[in-house]
């Protein structure tokens, strides 16, 4: 294909200018410019009416860089059925409803697609060609907009920027990656994008500036999770944070220095194993939401004080110093899990004593709170003098 640089202004010269054509329009048609050989119809000219017979069709611009800037089109409608016009990069350009009539012209012809730009003759009332409004997360089909989610596949590292905005940024590394979110305060008011890993390790997402993602400096998206991505103008939230099964499991540390209440929030919140660590100066509280949770808790707490978690306004549970466990709320209160543990006292019949004390332990075995007596006293003398090989031995 030849491509069209224009040196001194103007058009192509024609062997002879074609300025009116007509097409029946039953299938897609792409059209051709007159200067190609190997073309024998559907030639672009200045003007075409198009007898719009088939329902849904299209009409197909040749190649914007073969031709000059400022080459000009009139479509008129004069079938039954709406038809579209695209770019030669199949973007929309005019869609043109039965008795319409529109022209288009070529702005820009750097690249295959073109720059293309129309507007409609004798309409009452102007109206914005959809065309002409879409752009990064809007495509244009017939006469609406519609929202468009194209997707970006991301091999490396990746800042996303206000062009991205829609976008879904699709990590499909081998290893592990960075997606950088911009500053909220430069972007679009409504900036949104799309967070999909895809790849096989964590896409580590964040934020630009000193904004925060759900509270967090950075959100970590296992392989197979995905979210919607926001920003009110100062930090970024997640909706619809998918997480895969294979990695709902997660541990977090966090020091509860210090005596009185803490209570959980941000991004400490649904988490499922939780390691409490500091030197406590008094009796301690760890305050958890009035949410359905599971709690996997270890003490690794200092000092001589307790260490209580519960919802506000309940009894919730103590954790001892050095120990751990599973524990859940129910949404009124924290309670112990495991409940399968041994019944104490153990009782007799399972290998126990019944008992929690030495001399209950001993009665219920049979014998007396003090023991047993083996002999009395005058027996234990005569079985000493029947075992003496003397006669008259003493006790």
């Not at 950088?180 to 997402?205: C, E, H, M, Q, R």
Request: with cysteine.
């Amino acid at each position: 294909m030849t491509e069209w640089t224009d040196q001194f202004g103007g058009a192509n010269i024609y062997p002879s200018e074609i300025t009116y054509s007509e097409i029946t329009l039953a299938a897609n048609v792409t059209l051709n410019w007159p200067t190609e050989a190997s073309a024998s119809s559907n030639f672009v000219t200045s003007v075409i009416d198009v007898n719009a017979t088939g329902v849904g069709c299209v009409i197909t611009m040749p190649a914007a860089n073969a031709a000059a800037p400022g080459i000009t089109v009139l479509f008129n409608n004069i079938g039954a059925n709406t038809f579209t016009v695209r770019n030669a990069g199949g973007t929309q350009i005019i869609s043109s409803t039965s008795g319409t009539v529109w022209q288009a012209y070529l702005a820009d012809n750097s690249t295959t697609a073109g720059t293309w730009r129309s507007f409609q003759y004798g309409a009452s009332v102007s109206a914005a060609q959809a065309s002409g409004l879409a752009g990064t997360g809007l495509i244009a089909i017939g006469a609406a907009l519609s929202q468009t989610m194209p997707v970006s596949n991301l091999l490396v590292n990746y800042t996303a920027g206000n062009p991205d905005i829609g976008v879904v940024q699709n990590w499909t590394g081998s290893g592990t990656g960075t997606l950088t979110l911009p500053d909220p305060s430069v972007v679009y008011t409504s900036w949104f994008i799309v967070a999909k890993n895809s790849g096989g390790g964590a896409l580590t997402v964040t934020p630009g500036g000193t904004a925060t993602i759900d509270g967090s400096s950075t959100l970590s998206l296992q392989p197979y999770e995905s979210c919607i991505i926001i920003q009110d103008g100062a930090d970024f939230y997640t909706i619809g944070l998918g997480q895969s099964g294979t990695f709902a499991f997660d541990y977090t540390t966090i020091s509860v220095a210090g005596s009185g209440t803490y209570t959980l929030s941000g991004s400490e919140l649904n988490r499922i194993a939780y390691n409490f660590t500091g030197v406590l100066t008094g009796n301690k509280i760890v305050q958890v939401p009035a949410t359905i949770q599971q709690y996997w808790i270890t003490n690794s707490t200092t000092g001589a004080y307790t260490l209580t978690v519960k919802l506000s306004g309940s009894t919730g549970i103590v954790i001892n110093q050095g120990s751990r466990g599973i524990y859940y709320s129910n949404g009124s209160d924290v309670v112990n899990a495991d409940t399968g543990g041994l019944s104490i006292p153990l009782s007799i019949a399972s290998g126990g004593t019944g008992a929690t004390t030495a001399s209950a332990a001993r009665t219920n075995l049979g014998g007396t709170s003090v023991g047993v007596a083996l002999f009395t006293a005058v027996d234990a003398q005569a079985a000493l003098a029947a075992l003496s090989p003397i006669s008259g031995g003493t006790f």
